[in-house]
Each structure stands twice: as C-alpha cells, then as structure tokens.
T-cell receptor
C-alpha cells in the first residue's frame, strides 16, 4: 500500500523568511502525481501545488516550489517570503491511477510576525 | 461559480442513531470523493464515484457506511448505528476528470460529526 510520511508535526517561520516542509512517500508505481494541500484553521482544503512524476522539472507556483527527488521518493515544499496568511496545516498527498488521494499526517506551519 | 458544498456543517448524533451527510459537487464535475478526517490527522479515503457509478469503496470502514450518487450529481454518505469512533470531519471533494487521473480535487468545508 502507498504511504506518505511527513516527519515534521509543527514548523515555525518568521514573516518574509523561507521554510521547507518535508514529505516522503512509498510506491512501486512509476506513474503518479504528488500534491501539497493547505488547510487553514476552520477553512477548507485548497491545492497549493501539483507535480507529475514523469516530469523532471520541479513545479513552481509563485512563492511555492517543490523539490521532487523521484529516486529518493521525496517531495518537499518550499515557501518563500512567508506571509501570515500561510499559517495553516499542510498536507502532502499521493495519487496513482484510480484517483484517490493518500495523505500524510500533516505539518502545522505557523508564520510569526 | 460555486464550490463544493456540504450539509450539515455540524452534526451531533447519539450513539446508535443513523446520520446522512450531503455533498453538492461543482457543477459538471464527473468524479466525487468522500474522505474521513480524524482530529489532527490527514484525510483518509472512503469512496469514489465517477458519475453515478461507485468505482471504489475500499475505504469504507464497515458495512454501516453507505454512499450513493444516484443521478451523478449530489451524493449522500449514510452512517447507520453510529459509534463514537465515527466522530470525525467528513470531507467531500469533486474533480472534473473522469477517465485518466491526476486532476485537482476541490474540497468542500466538511461535516463535523460528533457521536455522543
């Protein structure tokens, strides 16, 4: 079975600084997708960024970028110029054919002013 | 357009009661998913519909859980004879993609179920 591991239960970062959230996963598949979702307090989950496994280029969305290491099965999220609105729970998730998402346990990120 | 909506937002049930949770996906979205999120945990997959067909129900924890999407739009997750371990937030998500995979899933706000 596929598993997703987020080893950092909580992280803190000062406003305007950079933070990296870690994620590793386990699969025997060669074709799959990886996602980072953000869940703000008492608000619904929204997609931050998506990576297709067959693409070597790391995905980037404005201040958010990933470091995808397929051989190491690692998929970290870097947030640059952190803002107070980035405070949330961040989930790493894996999808193979069949479309269901397998989530990690999450990392609480607190951005401090 | 409107996002995914879920009702009720909060539900308190006494142990042994039956509950029904509703999900209205984004119009035109082919795929619909239900996830269960325990407090402080990541969501866990329950079941998946493509239009009205339930293609995967491998995550339903027991035969007390039942989901349907009879007309390929609105979906209902029903839990019979609720138990305390059923207390969780139930998330619904929809996706435009039917065949193939990798599409973004859009999540609703969830229904927080508390079984007393």
């Amino acid at each position: 079975a596929q598993t997703v591991t987020q080893s950092q239960p909580e992280m803190s970062v000062q406003e305007a600084e950079t933070v990296t959230l870690s994620c590793t996963y386990d699969t025997s598949e060669n074709n799959y997708y990886l996602f980072w979702y953000k869940q703000p307090p008492s608000r619904q989950m929204i997609l931050v960024i998506r990576q297709e496994a067959y693409k070597q280029q790391n995905a980037t969305e404005n201040r958010f970028s990933v470091n995808f290491q397929k051989a190491a099965k690692s998929f970290s999220l870097k947030i640059s110029d952190s803002q107070l609105g980035d405070t949330a729970m961040y989930f790493c998730a894996f999808m193979e054919y069949g479309n269901k998402l397998v989530f990690g346990a999450g990392t609480i990120l607190r951005v401090k002013s | 357009g409107a996002g995914v909506s879920q009702s009720p937002r909060y539900k308190v049930a006494k142990r042994g009661q039956d509950v029904a949770l509703r999900c209205d996906p984004i119009s035109g979205h082919v795929s619909l998913f239900w996830y269960q999120q325990a407090l402080g945990q990541g969501p866990e997959f329950l079941t998946y519909f493509q239009n009205e067909a339930q293609l995967d129900k491998s995550g339903l924890p027991s035969d007390r859980f039942f989901a349907e999407r009879p007309e390929g739009s609105v979906s209902t997750l029903k839990i019979q004879r609720t138990q305390q371990e059923d207390s969780a937030v139930y998330l619904c998500a929809s996706s435009f993609i039917g065949e193939g995979f990798g599409g973004e899933q859009y999540f609703g706000p969830g229904t927080r179920l508390t079984v007393t």
